[in-house]
């Protein structure tokens, strides 16, 4: 008799945990759609995956989660376009409410990390607009050096620069050219001295308004042909 109510209550065990592993796992899928979704709707991104680690044994339930990660592709951050952004979070509340909305917020994050990835090309695209006509600057990123060159209106007349710079972050999440080394006209200037009538170009704003939890750009990163800008809280 006693060893029977022991296979019972090891049945009713496994089938307890049977089930509360299929309702996790299908809660969690459940919600990383409707994160994708809501992500997709906010941001504007064209592709995004998510990958929800919920706090056991009941976050999902309150929308409380070990680890949160997130991979959006083509998004548009102000007048810039990012490649792919990665986010990470740890010990994250997540507003269940704004998902079943339409929406993705966080209502509270422990610690987060991001990436975002600028291209060259998205850099030239950035550039080719403020120029009129489009097409006279060309950037080039190289693990050393941001590299700038064409024609630009200078003193009202249009000369012809080669910039060597360095990039860094300002106050206000912008992206700032600090130049090295500058040529006009293929004369060494002083970067000093021209820095002035050249602001417009060495200040890229980007706008991180539409995330799902406000992020302050720390530090810059260059490899050949892309711009990595690394991300915190």
Request: proline residues 6%; aromatic residues 6%; hydrophobic residues 50%.
């Given at each position: 008799m006693?060893k029977?109510?022991?296979?019972?209550y090891?049945?009713?065990s496994?089938?307890?945990?049977l089930?509360?592993?299929?309702?996790?796992?299908?809660?969690?899928?459940?919600?990383?759609?409707?994160?994708?979704q809501?992500?997709?709707r906010?941001?504007?991104?064209?592709?995004v995956?998510?990958q929800?680690?919920?706090?056991?044994p009941?976050?999902?339930?309150?929308?409380?989660?070990?680890r949160v990660?997130l991979?959006?592709?083509?998004?548009?951050?102000?007048?810039?376009t990012?490649?792919t952004?990665?986010?990470t979070?740890?010990?994250v509340?997540?507003?269940l409410?704004?998902?079943?909305?339409?929406?993705?917020?966080?209502?509270r994050?422990?610690?987060?990390?991001?990436?975002?990835?600028?291209?060259e090309a998205a850099?030239?695209?950035?550039f080719?607009?403020l120029?009129?006509?489009p097409?006279?600057?060309?950037?080039?990123?190289?693990p050393?050096?941001?590299?700038l060159?064409?024609?630009?209106?200078?003193?009202?007349r249009?000369?012809?620069?080669?910039?060597?710079?360095?990039?860094?972050v300002?106050?206000?999440?912008i992206?700032?050219?600090?130049p090295?080394?500058?040529?006009i006209?293929?004369?060494?200037?002083?970067?000093?001295?021209?820095e002035?009538?050249l602001?417009?170009?060495?200040?890229?704003p980007?706008?991180?308004?539409?995330?799902?939890?406000?992020?302050?750009?720390?530090?810059?990163?260059?490899?050949?042909?892309?711009?990595?800008?690394?991300?915190?809280q």
């Amino acid at each position: 008799m006693l060893k029977r109510s022991i296979n019972h209550y090891l049945l009713a065990s496994l089938m307890a945990v049977l089930v509360y592993s299929l309702l996790l796992y299908g809660g969690t899928a459940y919600l990383q759609e409707q994160v994708v979704q809501g992500l997709i709707r906010s941001t504007g991104a064209s592709v995004v995956q998510a990958q929800l680690r919920p706090a056991l044994p009941f976050g999902l339930l309150f929308g409380k989660f070990q680890r949160v990660h997130l991979e959006l592709q083509e998004i548009d951050l102000g007048p810039l376009t990012a490649e792919t952004i990665e986010l990470t979070g740890e010990a994250v509340d997540v507003g269940l409410r704004s998902i079943r909305q339409g929406r993705f917020t966080l209502d509270r994050v422990a610690q987060i990390q991001g990436r975002l990835d600028i291209t060259e090309a998205a850099l030239n695209a950035y550039f080719q607009r403020l120029t009129l006509p489009p097409g006279l600057i060309k950037a080039v990123v190289t693990p050393e050096l941001f590299l700038l060159s064409g024609e630009l209106p200078i003193m009202g007349r249009r000369l012809e620069v080669d910039l060597q710079a360095k990039l860094t972050v300002l106050p206000g999440n912008i992206l700032q050219i600090v130049p090295v080394r500058l040529a006009i006209q293929k004369a060494q200037v002083p970067p000093v001295l021209i820095e002035q009538f050249l602001a417009d170009y060495l200040r890229i704003p980007i706008d991180l308004t539409d995330f799902p939890v406000p992020l302050v750009l720390q530090e810059v990163v260059l490899s050949e042909g892309r711009v990595s800008v690394y991300a915190g809280q």
